[in-house]
């Protein structure tokens, strides 16, 4: 396909001369065109040089035509001459010699009866004492066919500059018309596609597979063999594969959970028609001696007449060559005018190098070749590379500067036969040359010859493990192990879509756990622990010949793998401390880290005091405890959620930690005092334990007395019920105890009693028949006990007394009327022996009489004189009958 494509790009630089003005330079050379000039080799303006031997022919693109040069200017030197064919080789009938100035006019080629290729072949030849300018010719094509005319219709349709765009693997038909100017009968029809196939009718189509620029000849021919004269009727222009080198992962391994970021610089490709295409497939260099050995590249994508301008016309020439002895090769590159630069040269110090990895074994069996690039930008030849090595030691493939400059090359049409010369100069070796290029410089190749599709859209597939995406970058956390890939689209203005996908392997992911901690059980120093007994723990399934367990001191040392524990199956330990464990797998080197806590502690019972409780008022001896309020203090400043703390009736169950108490927080004793066993355990290693004891103590009751029961008068109103001096049985409650150590209260409850609530005061009213409960505590326990005595309330007989004597001292001292009070409304009244009232007082605001009046005339003056006095007492009661009576004052 390759060679086709540049079979058609030479055909459009050099023989579309229909339609564009080109000079066409005397040289070894094959000229089409219809338009033009014809030079010697000086051009326009310059002198043919001396010693020139060159054979051109010029033909028609069209059958039937007859190619006509007219010549403008001719001037040769003298022994410089110009013969003329009729036909298309120097064998062919000579139209004539010219010398000097004798210009050959207008030379036509003979009608196609004489001359059926329509050529006319020139050679030239000059000597080597002087030149001249030479002469310049217009090219023409001369016909006598009709006007024959296409038009070419295509699926996909060309865009609006006639060019058919598509994507690789794409087919475009093609269907053509043809107008004739005279007669159509007779006429045939075919297409030239660009893969060199001939379709014989009005419609054909055509695969493309690869980029490039493809031209398409629709050709119609009448019945005489004249044909139109567009040699060009379409061109498809292929779409070139981007360029996705820029998508890229910076990782492309990852462990499982990591994250990485993908480049997405994807770039447009340039076409460039290959002017000079490499020679390829092997050829045999035999064992020689002075032979020559000689493959050729002809380069014709240049526009006619192009010439080599400056070495930077030429970037490099490849060759993909083995040889079993370097030191004696000449190799020579000659371009189309003979001008030659020198790649290596016979002698050199090549020696026994080899060039490529050569077999010197005799046989002809390919070694394999090594490319060496020639280049100007290096800096040695290969012979200045070479050096003292063993035999046989291959030359190193890369970049070696040519022995001449390519300078050499100025003024060589760069179309043409440009040659590779390789020279055997001893025997006994031989090799291969598998490949060998021409690498023009990209500058200098014609525009026709190049495209460059656009950009369109860039754009990441949807893809949920993308996280984060700038521009065409994006960060991406793969999901799962194993092969994770990610694809990019780059969409062109040809309509074409390319895909490109990175994929980034992921290891299995680490699935380590923490481990249960390691507890030391130690009274006092340091602790020899094996970290390893936590390696399934840590691992957790995973498979131990597949992942290492490394511990560390710290996280840094971990996640570096540096500083491990050495002693990890003897690890000394006095305090708490966290190692960090690294589970490493083995096949990827990914790894995870978990902590492992080493718990050095002593399992402490700390003692407490014994439980005590106040035996009830049954007296048994039984009682109920919460032996859980202890555990604050067995446990002092160990953190509870750490330990465990149990409850035995025995040493023995508490040291097998069996038959624990199962209800601690209400137990009852079974004897008194009777010994509870106390286990601590470590929550996370019951055999680290310790052990002690409290009692649980019943203390007795206080013992209380019994007290007599209390009558008192009722009060006024008489309701049965009145206040009593109930601190007045508190000697008998006491029974002989210390008032200093017990407190003695009154309930009317045995609830109140027991709860040492609602206690009564003296002045407290209490119903007639109520039984009052006595409460004796001791004031150091806070033991309590109850007993009982009974109230009455009576209505007591007012007694009136016959005298009293005031005389201060202390003794009967006022008029006393015992149980007056029971009444609410009376009144009383003391009168002197005329019946004058001295004295008067009410139950409101009642006043015992001490012998001194406040009524008459001498109230308030001093005590009355001894004698006898009469009173009244109105009680205002239907009930109770008045009294009247008389009273006796003596001092």
């Known amino acids: 396909m390759k060679l086709n494509i540049l079979t058609i790009l030479a055909f459009l630089f050099i023989s579309v001369g229909v339609s564009a003005q080109n000079t066409f330079i005397m040289n070894d050379a094959n000229y089409t065109s219809c338009s033009g000039s014809f030079t010697d080799s000086g051009d326009l303006t310059g002198n043919y040089s001396n010693g020139e031997s060159f054979v051109t022919t010029i033909c028609s693109p069209f059958p039937l035509d007859a190619i006509q040069v007219s010549f403008n200017s001719f001037d040769l030197a003298s022994g410089d001459l110009l013969i003329i064919y009729d036909g298309d080789t120097a064998t062919s009938p000579i139209i004539g010699v010219f ?63 006639g060019i058919i765009r598509v994507c690789q693997g794409d087919t475009v038909s093609f269907t053509g018309t043809t107008q004739f100017s005279q007669d159509s009968t007779g006429a045939t029809y075919e297409f030239r596609l660009a893969d060199g196939t001939v379709v014989s009718g009005q419609s054909a189509s055509e695969v493309y597979n690869s980029p490039g620029i493809y031209e398409i000849d629709y050709v119609a021919f009448d019945q005489l063999g004249c044909r139109d004269r567009q040699t060009i009727d379409a061109t498809v222009i292929v779409s070139t594969t981007p360029d996705f080198s820029g998508v890229v992962a910076a990782d492309t391994s990852l462990c499982f959970g990591e994250s990485t970021t993908i480049t997405g610089n994807v770039s447009t490709t340039q076409f460039f028609a290959d002017v000079a295409p490499p020679i390829t497939g092997q050829t045999f260099l035999p064992d020689g001696s002075g032979v020559a050995y000689q493959t050729c590249i002809d380069v014709s994508g240049f526009p006619a ?143 026709a010859g190049s495209y460059e599709p656009s950009e369109v859209l860039t754009e990441w597939q949807t893809n949920a493990d993308i996280t984060a995406q700038t521009g065409n970058d994006i960060t991406v956390t793969p999901s799962v192990a194993g092969q994770n890939c990610y694809s990019i689209d780059f969409t062109d203005d040809f309509g074409c879509t390319y895909t490109e996908t990175i994929c980034i392997d992921v290891a299995p992911e680490i699935t380590s756990t923490t481990p249960n901690d390691i507890i030391v059980c130690q009274s006092s120093g340091a602790a020899t622990v094996d970290l390893t007994v936590r390696n399934t723990d840590v691992l957790n399934g995973l498979d131990a010949t597949l992942y290492d367990v490394t511990f560390y001191n710290s996280q840094a040392d971990a996640d570096a793998d540096s500083n491990p524990i050495l002693n990890s199956t003897a690890y000394d330990v ?13 096949t990827s080197g990914c790894f995870n880290t978990e902590t492992l806590d080493v718990t050095y502690n002593t399992s402490a019972f700390n003692s407490v005091n014994d439980l005590e409780a106040c035996d009830d008022l049954s007296a048994d001896g039984i009682e109920n405890f919460d032996l859980t309020s202890q555990e604050a203090g067995i446990l002092g400043s160990q953190d509870p959620a750490d330990y465990v703390v149990s409850y035995f009736n025995t040493q023995a169950d508490a040291d097998a930690n069996t038959n624990a108490i199962t209800t601690p927080q209400s137990y009852d004793n079974v004897s008194n005092p009777e010994t509870i066993y106390v286990r601590v355990s470590n929550a996370q290693d019951q055999d680290c334990y310790a052990t002690g004891t409290f009692d649980l103590v019943v203390l007795d009751l206080p013992n209380i007395g019994t007290a007599s029961d209390l009558t008192e008068c009722d009060n006024a109103p008489l309701d049965l019920r ?101 009444f609410t409304n009376f009144e ?64």
Not at 416 to 441: K, R
């Open 574 to 586: 006095t305090t708490n401390e966290t190692v960090f464990v690294r589970i490493t797998d083995n």
């Open 305 to 447: 007449g192009s010439t080599f301008a400056s070495a930077s016309d030429l970037v490099n020439v490849f060759i993909d060559i083995e040889h079993s002895y370097m030191g004696d090769l000449d190799i020579t590159l000659t371009a189309p005018n003979g001008s030659q630069v020198k790649f290596l040269t016979f002698p050199n110090s090549g020696g026994g190098r080899y060039l490529g990895n050569a077999l010197d074994d005799g046989t002809t069996t390919p070694g394999v070749g090594f490319v060496y690039t020639f280049t100007e930008a290096a800096t040695q030849t290969l012979d200045q590379s070479t050096g003292p090595v063993a035999f046989g030691t291959p030359m190193p493939a890369g970049s070696y500067s040519p022995e001449d400059p390519f300078s050499n090359f100025i003024g060589t049409p760069l179309n043409g036969l440009w040659c590779l010369d390789i020279v055997d100069n001893l025997s006994i070796d031989n090799g291969y040359i598998f490949e060998w290029g021409i690498n023009f410089n990209p500058a200098i190749i014609p525009a």
């Open 99 to 161: 010398l000097g100035t004798n210009s050959p006019g207008t030379v036509i080629a003979s009608p196609p009866a004489t001359n059926p290729s329509g050529c006319l072949t020139f050679r030239f030849i000059s000597d080597s004492s002087n030149t001249a300018p030479g002469w310049e010719g217009t090219i023409q094509c001369v016909t006598n066919c009709q006007s024959i005319s296409n038009t070419i219709t295509s699926t996909p349709a060309p865009d609006g500059d």
């Open 722 to 822: 009145t206040a009593f001096v109930l601190s007045a049985q508190d000697n008998a409650i006491l029974n002989g105890l210390s008032p200093a150590n017990y407190s003695v209260t009154y309930h009317l409850s045995l609830t109140d009693a027991e709860a040492g609530s609602g206690s009564l005061s003296d002045t407290d009213d209490i119903n007639d028949g109520s039984t009052i409960y006595a409460r004796l505590t001791d004031a150091n326990t806070g033991c309590f006990n109850v007993s009982t005595f009974d109230v009455e309330v009576e209505t007591c007989e007012v007694i009136l007394p016959e005298g009293f004597s005031p005389n201060g001292d202390t003794i009967n001292d006022t008029f006393v009327i015992p149980n007056i009070e029971q």
């Open 828 to 891: 009383l009244k003391v009168f002197n022996r005329y019946g004058t009232v001295i004295y008067e007082t009410r139950a409101q605001n009642y006043q015992e009489f001490a012998g001194i009046p406040n009524k008459g005339p001498l109230a308030g003056d001093g005590l009355l004189p001894v004698g006898t006095y009469f009173y009244t007492i109105q009680f205002n009661d239907s009930e109770v009958e008045d009294v009247a009576r008389w009273l006796y004052i003596n001092y």
